[in-house]
């Protein structure tokens, strides 16, 4: 499956940003897609996941409350809606992808997208 994320861009401190994650090849239905994030100087991070089969939908505890992901299936798309951006929000996030169960671990996803960046000023 190929992995296409796009949305980023250039916010205030307190807005929004909507990414998505459109994937090809094969449908999402397979998968538990993801999105992670790598602040410059930074390891990769969990943001947050969703299990294609189930709904269920999993989160770091820094975007509780403020950062919502969702499917389109018509579309085969994951979203992920940032609301409340801060500053320290500020890296490239990448979509991904597995066939197998949800990890917060990169290292457990097979499939990547090609990172967006998103940058919050104060």
């Known amino acids: 499956v190929q992995l296409q994320a796009s949305g980023g861009g250039l916010v205030q401190a307190g807005a929004s940003l909507r990414l998505s994650c459109a994937a090809s090849?094969?449908?999402?239905?397979?998968?538990?897609a993801s999105w992670f994030r790598q602040a410059p100087g930074k390891e990769r991070e969990f943001v947050a996941a969703i299990n294609w089969s189930t709904s269920g939908t999993y989160y770091a505890d820094f975007v509780k409350g403020r950062f919502t992901i969702s499917r389109d299936n018509a579309k085969n798309t994951v979203d992920l809606q940032m609301n409340s951006l801060k500053p320290e929000d500020t890296a490239v996030y990448y979509c991904?992808?597995?066939?197998?169960?949800?990890?917060?671990?990169?290292?457990?996803?097979?499939?990547w997208g090609q990172g967006t960046l998103v940058t919050v000023s104060s």
């Open positions: 090849g094969r449908p999402f239905s397979n998968y538990v």
């Open positions: 991904a992808a597995d066939g197998r169960r949800v990890s917060r671990w990169a290292g457990d996803y097979t499939y």
